[in-house]
């Protein structure tokens, strides 16, 4: 079985961005590979290099704009040919690739499936800023959410569930109209300027402070179901 | 056909019952105990001796357990992977002795003592493990090596650990670890294969899962799950002990809350709860000697009032499932119950009413898991190869940080297997290992979450401190389990990882237990067995001596010559023979020898009992 260098060193290679090799023909079936990790006609496993992007990965055209449907169905036919459990009874090098593969589709399937992730990780693969790089958020939306807070903090106190209902409706169009504007500035990130590139970012930025407000004005569902033993 | 010696079975280790399963093309199959076809239940109980050997298993243990609540052990999946801070709470409801196990060091790790003796959950979990693979080896004639175990779902890592060192202990190959409502959708999913999303509401002994799942194809996608691992039929007793303790105490000034009589009460509770899913209503009587009754009717409305609290929090639990997997009770297009206390009649109203339809009932909630956990067994041997269970993991990993904050790196329902990976330093020149707390759970303070272990990087090169850049990867692997690699990337050098288990057991100590158990275990009931039949035979002898001694001379003397000198016989091979097979063998013949001097005996006592009258 030609696991590792030596199946890269036979196959066909597709160029990626940064000049990595991917295979893109089987060395045992010589079938054409859909998908750099596998072969789906002989189930032959391939090590793919860390620098293969997910969209690649998976087969998916490098765009913000997805099928969820599709990519759900990419997912789970993959499983079938990659899922250590098809390979209970191969040696344990073959079933460590399989552990391993597998973490790495399942990895980037959860960045994709998730727009904000997804349009992140567009982000960097166009050359950021990372969100380490750049940790601003749009002008306003300080102000904003320190406003939003109090509000939250009174009404709690108040018990006043009606405010925090409504509360909790004008953070989630807020956050959604962020959303919305983020998935023009990540369709185009590739092919955008250092400015456009910077707006995505702090919009990106700001789904996080959303996301704590929702999370604020909603009961904590943990606390009085899992008390410690 | 398959070929049983490549066979993997199916294992569903309980709290309170255990099965093994295997499956086959033509479906998966239980396998029975020597008790015949119906005996599939083998209680998780062991008995044992005063001095730590192992008596009995099974059924036979927990019908001595009312006599023997010291020695008795029951559910002790509720210990696995715990360590004994945890346990106080839990001890309080167990009549047999739990402590720290005195040979573990500094790692906390619980034990249940008997006599002089510490056994560890996993060590007590194999013997279990031994009788079902002893079972299955019966079946098939030949020896079983490979299995699947079934654990709750939310299960956390050192649980999982834990059970998977049992099977190693019971020497078993365990090739996979599966949840348990993934295994029941399984078994499920085999009767109707068309497109579904299906909740499976798992509430067993002393555990409760909810797993929401989809099945198409012939794959089964977990979406999300949740539940509660100290939550079952067990605390449902709990609630009447409690009730019958408190009020026997204020009417009679009584207190029972001691271990023997708590096993009593168990057992009872156990009864009326099972009564009450049939009846609306069963009496309660419990002598407290001296004359004294406590007599009541528990009806089922009362029962009911006392366990909501712990159905709600079944409840509340399929609420956070489904808002996990971005569903509401509509998407459910069936919700399948799995697990023994799913026949208290409030359970099911409750599901019913959540989920806005009646629950599927056709599967035997008993057996479900272990059919299921059968079937993976046969997609891992290749014997069902268009099925594929998709599974995620239950809680967030994550590591401690500065400050005792809990970073997450892998949330809670991310499908498996998944890995993270985490770059980390050194504070100071030179400094050769870093030490990482590695915790599960989905608390914000590392305080609140659990701690998997400490897990301790070394060989990195020396330099200078925040030089060195140590890559680790936190993978999770299609079991559940945790597993971890480092890698220092300036030098390239591959860092050694030691584990330290917060509460379970080093590899040594596993491998240590597998080699001692299997010996000692079998020595242990080798010879029981043989003091229990050399006990009958003398039993047996001491009667027939005296009818000799008394009877006698009704007999012909050739005979009665033959009798005596085989009793002698015997008598002397009862201490030296040490095959119970031999022994037994030689007393059921002794014994229909003297059916005739027995008969004259009878005969000759009614004459001399009419003659004193």
């Given at each position: ?28 079936c ?10 789906t ?19 998916l ?68 800023p ?6 601003g ?32 409706a004008?953070?989630?169009s807020?956050?959604?109209?962020n ?5 023009p ?7 955008a300027d ?5 707006e ?27 008390p410690?033993? | ?11 569903d ?17 239980l ?19 005063d ?7 099974g ?6 357990a ?24 839990e ?23 008997i006599g002089?003796q ?27 090596q490979?299995?699947?175990?079934t ?33 029941a ?5 085999l ?8 909740a499976?509401?798992?509430?067993g002994?002393?555990t409760?899962d ?7 194809g ?65 009496p ?14 528990l009806?089922?409305?009362?029962f ?12 509340a ?32 109203r409750?599901?019913?009413e ?16 272990a059919?299921g956990?059968?079937?993976?067994g ?16 239950p ?17 809670a329902n991310?499908?498996?297997p ?16 870093v ?27 020396p330099?200078?401190?925040?030089i ?23 030098s ?5 990882v030691?584990?330290v ?18 010996q ?8 029981h ?23 006698g001379?009704?007999l012909?003397t ?11 016989e ?7 023979c ?33 003659a004193?009258?």
């Open positions: 079985m030609g696991f590792g260098r030596t199946s890269q060193a036979a196959g066909e290679f597709l160029m990626t961005d940064d000049a990595r090799t991917v295979p893109t023909r089987c060395t045992e010589e079938a054409h590979l859909d998908f750099p990790m596998v072969c006609g002989c189930r032959q496993l391939y090590p793919v290099p860390e620098s293969v992007d997910y969209f690649t990965l998976l087969g055209d490098r765009r913000y704009d997805l099928d969820e449907e599709q990519l759900h169905g990419v997912c789970l036919g993959l499983a079938r040919y990659i899922h250590p459990d098809r390979f209970a009874e191969a040696p344990e090098e073959v079933r460590r690739l399989a552990t391993r593969l597998s973490a790495e589709v399942n990895n980037a399937v959860a960045v994709l499936l998730d727009p904000v992730r997804r349009a992140s990780y567009l982000l960097d693969l166009a050359g950021g990372t969100a380490g790089q750049e940790r958020v749009p002008g306003e939306l300080l102000r904003e959410v320190l406003v939003l807070r109090e509000q939250i903090t009174e009404a709690k106190e108040r018990h006043d569930e009606a405010e925090l209902e409504r509360l909790r004008t953070i989630g807020q956050r959604e109209e959303l919305r504007r983020i998935a500035l990540a369709e185009g990130a590739c092919a250092a400015g456009h590139r910077r995505l970012r702090l919009r990106l930025n700001a789904m996080k402070y959303w996301d704590n407000l929702l999370a604020e004005s909603t009961p904590d569902p943990l606390a009085p179901a899992t410690k033993p | 056909m398959t070929d049983p010696s490549d066979i993997i079975v199916g294992i280790l309980g709290t309170t019952n255990s099965l093994v399963a295997y499956a086959d093309e033509a479906g998966p199959h396998i029975a105990g020597p008790g015949g076809p119906d005996d599939v239940l083998l209680p998780s109980v062991i008995g044992f001796d001095q730590g050997r192992v008596r009995t298993l059924r036979e243990a927990r019908a001595h009312v006599e023997r609540p010291l020695t008795t052990v029951y559910s002790v999946k509720r210990l696995m992977g715990k360590g004994c801070a945890e346990l106080t709470d001890a309080r409801h167990l009549s047999y002795r739990v402590g720290p196990h005195p040979a573990t060091g500094e790692r906390d790790v619980a034990a249940v003592l002089a510490a056994f560890t959950p996993p060590e007590l979990s194999a013997l279990i493990l031994r009788e079902l693979k002893e079972r299955a080896e019966r079946h098939f004639g030949r020896p079983v490979r299995a699947v175990i654990v709750p779902a939310q299960f956390d890592d050192a649980q999982r650990q834990a059970t998977r060192d049992a099977g190693v202990i019971a020497g078993l190959d365990v090739v996979r670890i599966v949840n348990e409502p993934t295994a959708a399984l078994a499920y999913g009767q109707r294969r068309e497109r579904a999303t299906v499976v509401y798992d509430l002994g002393g409760f909810i797993s929401i799942l989809r099945l198409e012939g794959v089964f996608e977990v979406k999300a799950t949740n539940g509660d691992t100290h939550l079952g039929g067990d605390d449902f007793d709990r609630t009447l002990i409690d009730l019958f303790i408190q009020e026997i105490r204020a009417e009679f000034d009584v207190d029972l809350n001691v271990p023997t009589i708590r096993q009593q009460l168990r057992t009872l509770s156990e009864q009326i709860k099972m009564r009450l899913s049939d009846q609306e209503s069963a309660v009587e419990i002598a407290l000697g001296r004359g004294r009754v406590y007599r009541r009717t009806t089922r409305d009362e009911e009032g006392l366990i909501t609290p712990l159905v709600e929090r079944t409840i639990a399929c609420g956070r499932a489904l808002a996990a997997g971005r569903l509401t009770p509509a998407d459910i297009d069936q919700v399948v119950l799995v697990g023994g206390s799913t026949r208290v009649p409030l359970v099911r409750r599901v019913a959540v989920f806005g339809r009646s629950p599927y009932t056709a599967l035997n909630p008993e057996q479900v898991v059919l956990a059968a079937m993976q046969a997609i891992l041997a290749g014997v069902q190869q268009d099925m594929l269970l998709l599974d995620v993991t809680l967030s990993l994550g590591i401690e940080t500065l400050g005792g904050a809990m970073s997450k790196l892998i949330p991310m499908r498996v998944c890995q993270a990976t985490e770059t980390f330093t050194t504070f100071q020149d030179g400094q050769v290992n030490r990482i707390n590695v915790l599960q759970g989905e608390r914000e303070l590392a305080k609140d979450c659990r701690s998997l272990g400490v897990f301790d990087l070394s060989g990195i090169p330099m200078p401190a925040g060195p850049k140590i890559e680790v990867t936190f993978l999770i692997d299609q079991n559940g389990i945790l597993n971890v690699s480092a890698r220092e990337q300036r390239g050098k591959i860092a050694s030691q584990i288990p917060s509460h379970g057991l080093t590899r040594d100590e596993v491998r240590r237990m597998a080699r001692e158990s299997v000692f275990a079998r020595q242990d009931m080798a010879a067995h043989l003091i229990d039949v050399r006990t009958t035979l003398q039993f047996d002898l001491n009667k027939a001596e005296q009818m000799l001694r008394r009877f001379h009704l012909e050739p005979e009665r010559e033959r009798l005596a000198a085989d009793l002698a015997l008598r002397a091979l009862a201490e030296t040490a095959d119970p097979a031999v022994l037994n063998g030689r007393r059921e013949r002794f014994n229909q020898s003297t059916v005739r001097l027995a008969e004259l005996a009878v005969a000759a006592s009614l004459r001399e009992d009419s004193a009258t």
